[in-house]
Structure formats: structure tokens, C-alpha cells
T-cell receptor, first 117, second 110 residues
Framework: GAVVSQHPSWVICKSGTSVKIECRSL??????MFWYRQFPKQSLMLMAT?????????EQGVEKDKFLINHASLTLSTLTVTSAHPEDSSFYIC?????????????FGPGTRLTVL | KNEVEQSPQNLTAQEGEFITINCSYS?????LHWLQQHPGGGIVSLFM???GKKKHGRLIATINIQEKHSSLHITASHPRDSAVYIC????????????FGQGTRLTINP
């Protein structure tokens, strides 16, 4: 089946630093990738939609200058949390949509747990 | 009212029991996702279905498009099935953005 990986799986950083999270589709091409954030005991919240070769579309309330998304290839999207603060500590999850199908198939990555001290 | 409602929110059962988790949605959809999130946080896609029933091992998912309702069943439940189960539907029929239920926390005791 389709596999999506994320790296790193967890990261601890100091306040003010930037953190990059990678999302890769390992055995398929993904024209679209989605980035989600999940706070403890809450459901996933969509942050942005990333299309290969174009600018990401951010959901309302998500700062595009703080959460930089780059989708440079059909298998890789990156999320950079710039000038991270403790309130950015969360679980970040990506999903990738199969390019060869018109259905709503999405495959989820394992997530990255970010802790900002 | 949430667009996607799951019930129950929490479920504790004994090993071997038959488990049913329900999902009702109010939006028109073309497909519904069932996801499993383990305590470590990782999410696994269990099913994507648009009609009828799908089965994978001890897991069965059914959907009734007319009633806008889906169920996830686990037969012969095992402690390793303990996780949060989430249903998700596209916000708009045919769209890519998903709306997620609040999740059902399942605990299977040995």
C-alpha cells in the first residue's frame, strides 16, 4: 500500500529557533499534500494544502509566514515552523493524495511531535 | 452541530468482545475515511469507502450513504486494538479537504 513518511518523528527545540519537518510519499507520486496540527485530546486541524510546484493554501487563522510550506517535488513537502514558541508545541501530521486517482484517497504520515522549550 | 459526529467518545471492553464505533455526518460525501491513531500519535488509514462494506482482517467498515452513517466493527477485539478511531469525510463532496470526527477512544482490557 501507499506509504507516507515524516522526519523527524519528534523534535525538541529552544524558543526562537526554526524547525523543518519533512513529509515524503515513498512509493507513489502525490500532487497534493496536507499539513495538520493536533493538540492534546483534540482532533486534527487542517493547516494548509500543498500542491506541487505552487504556493500552499493556508486555512484561516494559520500564519503563512510562520509556517512555511514547500512542495518542491511530487514526493516531498516540507513544513518549517519559524521562530518557534512554546505554543507551537503540537503533533504535526501530513497526508498525501494519490496523483493517479480521482478519488479522495489520502494516506497519512506517522506524525512529528514538536516540543518547544 | 458538528459536521461529523462519532459515538461513543470512549469505549472500554474486554478482550474478545465485538466492538462497534459509529460515525454520522451531515455533509454530502463521495468517500469516508476511517483512521486509527495509536497512543504514540501515528495515524494509520484503515479504510476509505464510498458504499457498502469493506473488510480487512478483523476490521469491518460499513457505510449507508442515504442515512449518512458509517460504522466500524472490530471482531475478537484484542488489547493491541486500543487506540483512537477517527472518521473523516471531505468537507465538500469530491473535495480533498477532510473534516474529522472527534475520535473514539477504545480501550481493550485483557
Amino acid at each position: 500500500g501507499a506509504v507516507v513518511s515524516q522526519h523527524p518523528s519528534w523534535v525538541i527545540c529552544k524558543s526562537g529557533t526554526s524547525v523543518k519537518i519533512e513529509c515524503r510519499s515513498l512509493d507513489f507520486q502525490a500532487t497534493t499534500m496536507f499539513w495538520y496540527r493536533q493538540f492534546p485530546k483534540q482532533s486534527l486541524m487542517l493547516m494548509a494544502t500543498s500542491n506541487e510546484g505552487s504556493k500552499a493554501t493556508y486555512e484561516q487563522g494559520v500564519e503563512k509566514d510562520k509556517f512555511l510550506i514547500n512542495h518542491a517535488s511530487l514526493t516531498l513537502s516540507t513544513l518549517t515552523v519559524t521562530s518557534a514558541h512554546p505554543e507551537d508545541s503540537s503533533f504535526y501530521i501530513c497526508s498525501a493524495r494519490l496523483a493517479r486517482t480521482s478519488t479522495d484517497t489520502q494516506y497519512f504520515g506517522p506524525g512529528t511531535r514538536l516540543t518547544v522549550l | 452541530k458538528n459536521e461529523v459526529e462519532q459515538s461513543p467518545q470512549n469505549l472500554t471492553a474486554q478482550e474478545g468482545e465485538f466492538i462497534t464505533i459509529n460515525c454520522s455526518y451531515s455533509v454530502g460525501i463521495s468517500a469516508l475515511h476511517w483512521l486509527q491513531q495509536h497512543p504514540g500519535g501515528g495515524i494509520v488509514s484503515l479504510f476509505m469507502l464510498s458504499s457498502g462494506k469493506k473488510k480487512h482482517g478483523r476490521l469491518i467498515a460499513t457505510i449507508n450513504i442515504q442515512e449518512k452513517h458509517s460504522s466500524l466493527h472490530i471482531t475478537a477485539s484484542h488489547p493491541r486494538d486500543s487506540a483512537v478511531y477517527i472518521c473523516a469525510v471531505p468537507r465538500i463532496q469530491g473535495a480533498q479537504k477532510l473534516v474529522f470526527g472527534q475520535g473514539t477512544r477504545l480501550t481493550i482490557n485483557p
